[in-house]
């Protein structure tokens, strides 16, 4: 299975996008994919099921993530703000199990974290105490107001519990991520598996959230850089078309 939202920026006047979902529809048209490609600065969309949801592991993370970053725009708290890891951060309703990812302890230490080390933590290791942590105080336990909000930005009702969520949805909260303009960017775009994933062998800025049903599968990693390839080609293509029309009347002649 796969989940993906992945932010092409090209120019509004190519046709990538038109190619983007020719090669998603001849290679990954499966009923059990769920794909969504977004062109940001034109608004063109391609994708596969993009609507279908299915259990979204450590992508449901973005929306905590988002929120944080929202509350810090908002002057509610300080990047410096410490939040005690408590044994209740870990037992509250759509709290993750701490003995996945991360490298904060598994349990309850009493010490204090900053919301900008727990933001990191996620980020980069996609730790799931961090995430309890942030998400006991910040989001206070998944409240009514913090639901609305996911809702709103991601387009459909994101489930705590059941974690369940389209490609389209974690698009959007992406998207909205990368329209914060916060520093949570750069903890995206530097994660401690950069050198196993996708930003591995493309020499561009990448935003990318760790879960099992994100873009880290190798089958997008190889379609993105054939779609890199294929619109560098086009690109060359573009620009030597008047010196070949040339060099043919020369021919001519």
């Known amino acids: 299975m796969l989940k993906a939202k992945v932010g092409l920026i090209w120019n509004d006047t190519d046709n990538c996008m038109d190619k983007v979902q020719e090669i998603l529809t001849s290679k990954y048209n499966k009923a059990d994919y769920s794909i969504y490609v977004k062109q940001l600065d034109s608004g063109k969309t391609a994708g596969i099921n993009p609507d279908l949801e299915m259990y979204s592991a450590s992508v449901a993370k973005l929306p905590i993530l988002y929120y944080a970053q929202k509350q ?66 910040i989001t206070n336990q998944s409240d009514s107001t913090y639901q609305a909000t996911i809702e709103q930005i991601a387009g459909k009702k994101w489930d705590v519990e059941k974690r369940d969520a389209s490609a389209r949805m974690a698009g959007n909260v992406m998207e909205a991520i990368y329209e914060q303009n916060g520093d949570i960017i750069n903890a995206l775009s530097q994660t401690n598996f950069d050198e196993q994933r996708i930003s591995k062998n493309i020499n561009v800025k990448w935003l990318i959230k760790l879960g099992m049903l994100m873009i880290l599968s190798m089958m997008l990693q190889l379609f993105m850089l054939i779609l890199l390839l294929f619109c560098l080609f086009l690109q060359i293509m573009l620009i030597m078309t008047p010196f070949l029309k040339l060099q043919m009347i020369f021919m001519r002649f």
Do not use: C, F, R
Request: aromatic share 10%; no cysteine; glycine share 10%.
């Open 72 to 137: 810090l725009n908002e002057g509610k708290y300080k990047s410096s703000s410490g939040l005690k890891y408590i044994p209740a951060v870990n037992d509250y309703s759509g709290a993750y199990d701490t003995e996945g990812s991360g490298s904060i302890s598994k349990k309850s230490d009493n010490k204090s974290y900053s919301i900008q080390d727990l933001m990191n933590h996620i980020a980069k290791e996609s730790d799931n105490a961090a995430t309890n942590i942030l998400g006991y105080y």
